[in-house]
């Protein structure tokens, strides 16, 4: 190549010569890559990578916590059977306190029915009607407050859940069948559930149960 001046640049350094520099820098670049690769320890992994436990290791561990499953079981176990228990007792305890506030309630008519029956030697026919009606109430209050009802279905209509028929008449009217003609003696309720049914009679048309 001519310049201006009439001199001539020295050409850039062809062939084997440049070829062979890069193909020795390529070649010592991969033997270090190689040597740094075998100075390396080769890792060991087992599964997803997660280590392998010994199987006297896992068998004590699984044993362990087997034991610690039963002694909690056996403690939950032990609690409930107390919980019941108290509950029962606590139960029983507020059902005789009930029964023990009834029965101070009904002393006081039992306290009447003792002095009726001192004074009834001396007492009127007329008198003693009055104390025992007197009394009769009382009891019947203090029944009713502790929740006893009476049943005395005389004029209403038959509920065989609620009544008991011992006999039957025929009724005088037919708007009347199977109503209630008469109490033959009452029934009880006690907050609710039947403790003794009424016993009646009931009209009902002849050939009809």
């Not at 001046?5 to 820098?25: F, I, K, L, N, V």
């Not at 392998?52 to 403690?75: K, S, Y």
């Not at 007792?89 to 029964?99: C, F, I, P, V, W």
């Amino acid at each position: 190549m001519h310049t201006p001046g009439g001199m001539t640049d020295p050409a850039a350094p062809t062939g084997p010569s440049a070829d062979g520099a890069d193909m020795a820098s390529t070649d010592m670049s991969q033997d270090s890559g190689s040597r740094e690769n075998d100075t390396q320890p080769p890792v060991q992994r087992v599964g997803s990578n997660v280590p392998m436990e010994p199987d006297d290791q896992a068998i004590q561990r699984l044993e362990g916590r087997l034991e610690e499953e039963r002694d909690r079981h056996l403690r939950l176990a032990a609690e409930y059977d107390n919980f019941r228990k108290r509950a029962a007792r606590e139960r029983s305890e507020l059902n005789d306190r009930a029964q023990a506030a009834l029965v101070v309630r009904l002393l006081d008519v039992l306290d009447d029915m003792d002095r009726l029956t001192a004074d009834g030697a001396s007492a009127s026919t007329e008198s003693l009607r009055q104390a025992v009606e007197l009394v009769e109430r009382k009891l019947r209050k203090e029944l009713q407050a502790a929740g006893l009802e009476r049943i005395d279905p005389a004029g209403g209509p038959f509920d065989p859940s609620l009544h008991e028929a011992v006999s039957t008449v025929a009724p005088p009217t037919p708007d009347q069948d199977h109503q209630v003609s008469a109490t033959f003696q009452p029934g009880y309720r006690f907050k609710g559930s039947l403790v003794r049914p009424a016993r009646v009679q009931v009209y009902s048309e002849p050939g009809q149960a």
